[in-house]
């Protein structure tokens, strides 16, 4: 189980100075709260790395090469039928269904992605527990460390 440090500050400054502090001494802040923006803190935090497009582009690529693969397989192997002398394999034909099978397949993999990637859906976080933590959202300035 990993612990957690949890500053609580009663301004803006002293949250700013607490975390110019960490920083100074190789501390790595995992998280701040204020019940208002504070642009300064945003500098001390960690940058998350998300991941959500690479998995869109993924989803989606792989999607619509599959169903592109799917139409041209049923319509010039499984079951050819030659109309009007055309060609069986015409891939102008098979292009409007893999692209907005693609589109969608992007979609839900992005918003999968999303989830995942912030945690959700999780109704309870250990971090509620603390005594005085619903303050953070009227005029307390917190540090988590």
Avoid: K
């Avoid at 959500?52 to 010039?76: D, K, T």
């Amino acid at each position: 189980m990993t612990r957690v440090v949890i500053a609580e500050f009663g301004t803006a400054h002293d949250q700013i100075e607490a975390l110019r502090r960490l920083d100074a001494e190789g501390f790595e802040a995992l998280d701040a709260m204020s019940p208002y923006r504070v642009a300064e803190v945003e500098s001390y935090l960690p940058r998350p790395r998300l991941t959500i497009r690479p998995h869109m582009a993924l989803a989606g690529f792989g999607i619509a090469a599959f169903a592109y693969g799917l139409q041209w397989f049923s319509a010039a192997i499984a079951y050819p039928i030659n109309s009007g002398a055309r060609p069986l394999n015409s891939w102008p034909v098979f292009l409007l269904v893999p692209f907005e099978v693609g589109i969608l397949a992007a979609a839900i993999a992005g918003f999968v992605a999303l989830l995942v990637s912030c945690g959700l859906p999780r109704l309870h976080h250990p971090l509620f527990a603390y005594p005085g933590i619903e303050r953070a959202s009227q005029d307390r300035f917190f540090v988590l460390i």
